[in-house]
């Protein structure tokens, strides 16, 4: 297999081509079909001279009017938060029952793994996170922990294999947890038609399962295993990569087919299965990271070298993972870059609140005398839990529609997911009124800080805010 410098000597044209801007019309036709197959005719996706791309109104829109539910291209559970919620690995939608959830957060809360299966976790520790993560038949002999809220294991088993039933809980209905078709550990899902769309855009070449269609498992793993010790954006870019693999082989099989008249090559059919992921802005993730507070100016050009190297180690272990020479520009560590300085600058994070808080908010709502029934059985559950009962679902994705709104420090949209919004898409709210033809922007940071704060973390975005507030407040600074 040719090595990362091999490949960039070789694939130099092929890469400069799918870094290259689409033409404008080629993006307009793009965004206009994007825009109908998710129904938000009330928005559109227009170029700007001075700012690049930006969402305006087709129509207008009072205050709290929902402007666009955003599907995920590509996303993740952050690993850590695999351990304090079950969720179906393709809408992120919560999976299982109140008393699963509830009962696998306080096992491994018990195994002392709860909200530790990051990036500094082991591997005996990441493994049992994975191994427990839909079904738990066999886990009894897990040690229990000092915490003093902690109850008999063999209660926490019964509630979580379905053996024990909390009152009300039929208030809250999940889908039951499917299995990966793939046979691995770590996918679950709520539904079959979530199970095949994943397998088919990305899954089937991530996939540590015995039907898995990676080139090497053992790679597989060993990519994995890295990412989660030590950054899982890198699961993020490989599932683009893996998601525009995939789409290529579907695209020339169709074209062969086709048996079209006029032959379409190689690196146009590459460009049109590249085409959602390079919609998004980029950069390369080492020119765009932010220097982190512990790092001091003068270490900066090691900092960015030592992310650059990181990135180059990752990019190695999933080259060896799901390798396709005829999609060999993917594997370039310019094209893995500018993928990771992608989800950088243009990430929304995934949030999904969890259903467990539902439920406890629901019990201490009921009429007394009904209340004090049910908390009786659990109230022991809760303090357990303590103030993780509340946690929700947390990872993070690229939503195409969504990464094309521009900041502004007094947005007249944002982020917010309402009650009927359970699983992962990007739920964009009016703020105020916004008119037909006027730009609909969002706030990439906390809007509330001093003015000179939020021009040090807008620079790490690449510009400098002159939204009306900020223009206002460098006035008087």
């Excluded at 427990?132 to 229990?144: I, L, R, T």
């Excluded at 990771?340 to 629901?362: H, K, Q, R, T, W």
Aim: glycine share 6%; net charge negative; hydrophobic share 35%.
């Amino acid at each position: 297999m040719a090595s990362l410098r091999d490949m960039n000597d070789n694939t130099a044209a092929e890469v400069a081509s799918l870094l290259t801007s689409l033409p404008s019309l080629q993006l307009q036709e793009y965004f206009n079909q994007l825009i109908s197959s998710r129904s938000c005719n009330g928005i559109q996706v227009r170029h700007n001279g001075t700012f690049g791309k930006g969402v305006y109104a087709n129509s207008e829109f009072q205050e709290d009017d929902l402007i666009l539910k955003d599907q995920i291209l590509v996303g993740i559970q952050h690993s850590s938060n695999k351990v304090d919620c079950l969720v179906c690995s393709f809408c992120f939608r919560f999976i299982g029952s109140i008393e699963k959830q509830i009962g696998r957060k306080l096992y491994f809360k018990n195994m002392g793994l709860s909200g530790c299966c990051g990036g500094d976790s082991s591997e005996s520790e990441e493994d049992e996170c994975m191994k427990y993560n839909g079904n738990e038949e066999q886990c009894g002999g897990a040690s229990s922990s000092s915490n003093h809220s902690s109850l008999p294991q063999g209660v926490v088993s019964s509630l979580m294999n379905g053996e024990m039933a909390l009152p009300h809980t039929d208030k809250f209905p999940l889908p039951s947890p499917l299995s990966c078709p793939g046979g691995c550990q770590e996918a679950f899902y709520c539904c079959g038609s979530c199970a095949e769309a994943d397998w088919e855009s990305s899954h089937s070449l991530l996939c540590t399962g015995e039907r898995s269609e990676s080139v090497s498992r053992e790679a597989l793993g060993e990519f994995i295993k890295h990412s989660n010790e030590t950054n899982d954006i890198f699961l993020l870019a490989a599932k683009a990569i893996a998601f525009t693999i995939l789409r290529y082989r579907k695209l020339k099989t169709e074209h062969e087919n086709e048996q079209a008249k006029q032959s379409l090559s190689k690196q146009s059919l590459l460009l049109e299965a590249w085409k959602p992921v390079s919609i998004g802005y980029k950069r390369r993730w080492w020119d765009c990271i932010a220097l982190p507070d512990d790092v001091d100016p003068s270490d900066e050009g090691a900092f960015r070298t030592q992310i650059k190297d990181l990135a180059c180690t990752s990019l190695e272990l999933l080259k060896t993972a799901i390798f396709d020479k005829e999609c060999e520009a993917l594997f370039s560590l310019e094209i893995y870059g500018n993928i990771i300085g992608m989800f950088e600058l243009n990430n929304l994070d995934l949030v999904v609140a969890s259903p467990v808080e539902d439920y406890f908010l629901y019990i201490d709502d009921l009429p007394d005398a009904e209340k004090d029934e049910a908390e009786e059985i659990t109230r022991p559950f809760l303090d357990a839990l303590g103030d993780e009962y509340s946690d929700c679902c947390q990872g993070t994705a690229f939503f195409p529609l969504q990464s094309c709104m521009n900041h502004s420090c007094c947005p007249n949209a944002k982020a917010f997911k309402r009650e009927e919004d359970r699983d992962g898409q990007a739920v964009i709210i009016a703020l105020r009124r916004i008119s037909k033809n006027e730009e609909v922007t969002i706030s990439y940071i906390d809007e509330e800080l001093p003015y000179k704060e939020r021009q040090a973390l807008l620079a790490d975005y690449g510009f400098t805010c002159k939204c009306p507030k900020c223009l206002e407040d460098s006035s008087v600074a």
